[in-house]
């Protein structure tokens, strides 16, 4: 009996995780909504500076209920493929949206993501929250919660830039 | 200066909260995946016993990358629509989706939703992990575990009365 349990017994395949980032900006939640909105900002924001990362494609959709998708390679290796669904939309101060990444034809992780903009004296406090789920091992959430550090920290730049 | 801060200061709109629901059915993850991808085993299922909810319309698409569309009332009240989204399918296994409701016009959540089916020597472990997100206070997490752990247990039910 133990033996039959132990051939048919199988490990769930999914891992669950959520952080959450603040980060201050000295600007205004319509500015830094507009980076979000606007599909050139975004587009120079988040496929800018990422050392490797090459845009294959991007198709802007910054509605509730809608796709917009992305592709690009790292490297030159197989394609990647980003589906961002929204789930709320409120102007200049909050977004819910899941984003699916796909390493060639295999759904590698899903995370439903909050971004809140809250504003005060000096600008802006951005709060991030992300609510991921990686399936089978081959996409992970600590490089997640980095990565989204890093494009938090490249929006101040993008902000400085534009100002 | 402090003045300031308060009245420009909001606090943020969004709480968030994770679930998790195990459950044993005596049945083989075939007969229980039937029950999410099948419009009608679904309807009866989540549509059938809940006391004062009558469904307006429902509208399947178990795809991935699809929309499927709920739409009903509780007691006569306003329209309580709920917009399911696929992330990930891996057949009588694995289910990953998003769904959002709203009530009126006004979106009150969103939930990443992961439903893993673990075969076992007398049935299926069913996980239910769900990611919720709940905007400005209206929509409650924990009347939602509550609700799911009802649904659950209604898919027993429906698996005894199929058999």
């Given at each position: ?34 980076f979000f909105?606007d599909p050139a900002k975004k587009r120079r924001w988040l496929g800018g500076e990422a050392?490797?990362f090459a845009i294959?494609?991007f198709?802007p959709?910054f ?5 917009e998708r992305w592709a690009f ?7 990647i493929?980003n589906?961002v ?12 949206f899941?984003y ?13 993501t909050?971004v ?31 990565g989204t550090?890093g494009l938090l920290e490249q929006l101040?730049k993008e ?5």
């Amino acid at each position: 009996m133990l033996g039959l349990e132990n051939n048919t017994m199988r490990e769930p395949s999914v891992t669950h995780n959520t952080f959450v980032i603040e980060r201050s900006y000295a600007a205004t939640p319509e500015r830094i909504f507009a980076f979000f909105a606007d599909p050139a900002k975004k587009r120079r924001w988040l496929g800018g500076e990422a050392e490797g990362f090459a845009i294959e494609s991007f198709a802007p959709n910054f509605q509730v209920d809608s796709f917009e998708r992305w592709a690009f390679r790292f490297k030159g290796g197989e394609l990647i493929k980003n589906d961002v669904c929204y789930q709320d939309i409120v102007p200049e101060r909050r977004i819910v949206f899941v984003y699916t990444m796909t390493f060639g034809d295999k759904r590698v992780s899903s995370s439903q993501t909050t971004v809140e903009l809250i504003p005060t004296a000096s600008g802006t406090n951005l709060v991030h929250t992300e609510q991921g789920a990686f399936f089978d091992g081959v996409d992970s959430a600590q490089g997640r919660e980095e990565g989204t550090r890093g494009l938090l920290e490249q929006l101040a730049k993008e902000l400085e830039r534009a100002s």
